[in-house]
T-cell receptor
């Protein structure tokens, strides 16, 4: 069975400081992992994805994530937070074993303090 | 290339009514998935369609149904609406089916359904 745990429901950082959003996954197969961002009253935008290539994945807007199989983690980081980064972030796992079903984490709300 | 479009964007219905939501995938994408997003339950998978066939279904009652047309456009229908059906309904499209390979899903802006 596939599942995702986002370890923090809320994260607050000051503008210009690093961002760390934590995600642990469980998957029976070799997983594909994604991070999506959702701004208020908007749909989901893809930040980055891991599909068994390089373990350090770079995404849009300066975000990156590292796949660590031994720790079953896929944490999202950014060196310097910007006010526009304030949003809800979702970690997603999919194994592709039965179609293309995505399993979402419960989300992490990021607040950026000026 | 145009993104995923969903219509309508906002909808208000009363209990007992039915509703149909529409989703047009990115041109060339053949797989369409639907999700329900609520504050309490988060994002939950409803179903996935590929080549006009439902390939996957989440844990929702039979009041929730969908279909896909030959041009890959998809509709979902909710009959006998309940207050708890109030949610943001998101549609996502992907280029090709999983079949052991995961394909990125691209999401539309959603349809906000309010049931009174």
């Amino acid at each position: 069975a596939q599942s995702v745990t986002q370890l923090d429901s809320h994260v607050s950082v000051s503008e210009g400081t690093p961002v760390l959003l934590r995600c642990n996954y469980s998957s029976s197969y070799s997983p594909s992992l994604f991070w999506y961002v959702q701004h208020p009253n908007k749909g989901l935008q893809l930040l980055l994805k891991y599909t068994s290539a390089a373990t350090l994945v770079k995404g849009i807007n300066g975000f990156e994530a590292e796949f660590k199989k031994s720790e079953t983690s896929f944490h999202l980081t950014k060196p310097s937070a910007h006010m526009s980064d304030a949003a809800e972030y979702f970690c997603v796992v999919s194994d592709g074993g039965t179609g293309n079903q995505f399993y979402f984490g419960t989300g992490t709300s990021l607040t950026v303090i000026p | 290339k145009a993104g995923v479009t969903q219509t309508p964007r906002y909808l208000i219905k009363t209990r007992g009514q039915q509703v149909t939501l529409s989703c047009s995938p990115i041109s060339g994408h053949r797989s369409v998935s639907w999700y329900q997003q609520t504050p309490g339950q988060g994002l939950q998978f409803l179903f996935e369609y590929f080549s006009e066939t439902q390939r996957n279904k989440g844990n929702f009652p039979g009041r929730f149904s969908g279909r896909q047309f030959s041009n890959s456009r998809s509709e979902m229908n909710v009959s006998t609406l309940e207050l708890g059906d109030s949610a943001l309904y998101l549609c996502a499209s992907s280029l090709k089916p999983g079949q052991g390979l995961t394909d990125t899903q691209y999401f539309g802006p959603g349809t906000r359904l309010t049931v009174l």
